[in-house]
């Protein structure tokens, strides 16, 4: 058995909070295929998102191959998510400056497991076998939807994990996109003998699962009938500390690739902004350092950056300030970033961010304006900053989580560096920062008959990333 999840629950907030998930047991096979569906609101995507290390639950406990997951410190747990655990989004999370080939080479090479030859050349095999070998070079934002969501499925597989959790992975596709992303992540999953669970609002693609559970309320229900395993589980290899190198062609042609990739990587740091994934969200230890990868003894690779890990995500604090009213349904909102360690600056390639607002179960990007120059330049952080802007956010309609408001996501991406003119140090880290937003056309008298406030009802409220 690789997944084994008993007695899952997750409260959200104080009192009196949401019991998002109150019971929910998963029990996956090596190889097998599960299915969740469920309204929306439910508890699907928590569940998911304890299952596969991303929030801790209230009660309960998840085994991964027999490892307790949330009994592991956070930076094991880091490891376990990201060589034991595949994900795919709804939302495209791809890197946009960076090409398809070093998408979905990263998460390899931020371990030491494999040299990056070999995470180059496994690249190269996966997106072949997802159907792009002749776009490798070619960069997200050039690609369709349906091929983006080809690279995300490689790189999910790229440290060949034993379970591929999918989160809607297809519900902004058309139909026929959707039926062959779904048949290419049934293929790859026989092929490679993961283990997959995936969130879908679509039935019928759901009843090809293996087994398929419903999300009622926050409880998980088994629904359905087994479906026959199609396939024979294909033994796992052992593991290896270090894997070998890819055959000479293809190893040549990776480190030129990632050379490249170095040179090229601060020029065009400008031009990111934010739609990299959650898993991504505290781990890129940016492409910049692959070509030293090869140089480095492996112990002072992980220590160094073990430390710049330390620095982009502990030292280094941000979230939304305030967000105030300016008519018109625009808003001022304030994001900050801070330094707790002043003595040490650190230095941020200017954030950028982005504005969402849920619309159905996807996500409608709305216009967000930076106010200040401030937010163009490299900036020396040595304590608490704050970065103004203005968001539009002119919706007829939008996903009311709570009644009457918007469930709004900032994003932020930042390359965040401990030297004003990074040489050798760079780490990317993308924040997404939730907020519940009270729209400009709805009046306070409303909103309280259906949701009870102690005042009057706010106009934002502060929500954790989930
Ligand atoms: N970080 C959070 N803080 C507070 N409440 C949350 C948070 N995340 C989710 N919730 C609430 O928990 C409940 C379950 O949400 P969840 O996203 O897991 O459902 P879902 O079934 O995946 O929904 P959807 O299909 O719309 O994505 C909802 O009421 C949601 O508003």
Redesign the pocket.
């Known amino acids: 058995m690789i997944l084994s999840a008993k007695g899952l629950r997750?409260r959200?907030?104080g009192d009196p909070?949401?019991?998002?998930?109150i019971c929910a047991d998963l029990i996956v096979g090596a190889g097998e295929f599960v299915s969740i569906v469920?309204?929306?609101?439910?508890?699907?995507?928590?569940?998911?998102?304890m299952v596969g290390g991303l929030?801790a639950p209230t009660a309960g406990r998840v085994q991964l191959a027999g490892d307790e997951i949330w009994d592991l410190p956070e930076a094991q747990l880091a490891d376990v998510r990201r060589e034991r655990i595949g994900f795919v989004f709804q939302f495209p999370s791809l890197l946009p400056n960076l090409r398809a080939i070093d998408n979905v080479a990263l998460p390899a090479l931020l371990g030491n497991d494999v040299t990056p030859e070999y995470a180059y050349a496994r690249a190269q095999g996966l997106l072949a076998r997802v159907g792009l070998s002749d776009r490798t070079t070619t960069f997200p934002g050039q690609m369709s939807g349906g091929e983006q969501r080809r690279v995300v499925i490689a790189r999910a597989l790229i440290n060949e994990p034993q379970l591929l959790l999918g989160?809607?992975p297809t519900s902004d596709l058309d139909e026929e996109t959707e039926e062959e992303i779904f048949a290419l992540l049934d293929n790859l999953r026989r092929e490679e003998n993961f283990a997959m669970a995936l969130?879908t609002?679509n039935h019928a693609l759901a009843q090809r699962a293996d087994r398929m559970f419903e999300?009622r309320q926050?409880i998980l229900l088994p629904c359905g009938e087994p479906r026959a395993l199609v396939a024979a589980p294909i033994q796992r290899p052992e593991p290896t500390a270090l894997k070998a190198p890819a055959p000479v062609g293809a190893a040549a042609d990776g480190a030129r690739d990632f050379e490249k990739l170095g040179k090229t990587l601060w020029a065009a740091a400008g031009r990111i902004f934010a739609a990299a994934a959650l898993m991504f969200v505290l781990a890129s230890a940016a492409n910049y350092g692959v070509a030293r990868y090869q140089q480095y003894e492996l112990d002072a690779g992980r220590q160094r950056l073990a430390a710049l890990e330390e620095l982009a995500t502990s030292t280094l604090q941000s979230d939304i300030a305030s967000i105030t009213r300016l008519g018109d349904s625009r808003y001022e909102v304030t994001i900050y970033l801070e330094n707790t360690k002043a003595e040490h600056p650190i230095y941020v390639m200017s954030p950028s961010v982005q504005g969402f607002v849920?619309v159905g179960?996807g996500w409608q990007e709305a216009p967000l304006t930076p106010i200040d120059d401030a937010t163009a330049a490299v900036l020396k952080v040595t304590g608490r900053q704050l970065y103004r802007f203005i968001f539009e956010a002119r919706l007829t309609k939008f996903?009311e989580?709570?009644p009457h408001y918007m469930?709004v996501r900032f994003s932020n991406t930042m390359l965040v560096s401990p030297e004003s003119t990074p040489t050798n140090e760079l780490f990317q880290r993308v924040d997404n920062y939730?907020v519940y937003l009270k729209p400009d056309n709805v009046d306070d008298a409303t909103i309280a008959k259906d949701v009870r406030f102690p005042g009057p009802p706010p106009l934002w409220i502060w929500?954790?990333?989930?």
Do not use: C, I, N, W
């Not at 909070?17 to 998930?21: E, L, N, R, S, T």
């Not at 699907?44 to 998102?49: D, E, I, P």
């Not at 929500?463 to 989930?466: F, N, R, S, T």
């Open positions: 997750k959200y907030g909070g949401v019991d998002a998930v469920g309204r929306s609101g439910s508890g699907k995507s928590t569940l998911l998102a929030t989160d809607e969130v609002h999300m926050g849920q179960v996903t989580l709570l469930h939730y929500m954790p990333p989930h």
